[in-house]
């Protein structure tokens, strides 16, 4: 089973920038598909991106354009680029692992973002 640590979260101004990362250890890094996604006060998890472990990316409508979601094999690590930062981002963002052999999914505990001025 992978475990996940968010790490990267924090206040920023409205247009601002951050940089997520989760760094995952206990497994096989390459096997897993990972994604970012978030949560704020009453509402759903939201999905935000994934990028598989071959590369390939995908993003919800409401972040395209300004997040981009990469990963370091070497690193075993995952990061979220976040631009143009909107009050409406802030919420808890949490990365997710999704084993590409048994479709089973890791949380980790996630990082607060708030975007105010």
């Known amino acids: 089973q992978v475990q996940l640590v968010e790490s990267g979260g924090g206040l920023v101004q409205p247009g601002g920038s951050l940089r997520l990362s989760c760094a995952a250890s206990g497994s096989i890094f390459g096997l897993y598909n990972m994604g970012w996604y978030r949560q704020a006060p009453g509402k759903q998890r939201e999905f935000l991106a994934r990028i598989t472990n071959g590369g390939s990316t995908n993003y919800a409508d409401s972040v395209k354009g300004r997040f981009t979601i990469s990963r370091d094999n070497a690193k075993n690590t995952v990061y979220l680029q976040m631009n143009s930062l909107k009050p409406e981002d802030t919420a808890v963002y949490y990365c997710?692992?999704?084993?590409?052999?048994?479709?089973?999914?890791?949380w980790g505990q996630g990082t607060q973002v708030t975007v105010s001025s």
């Open positions: 997710n692992a999704e084993n590409i052999l048994t479709n089973t999914g890791s």
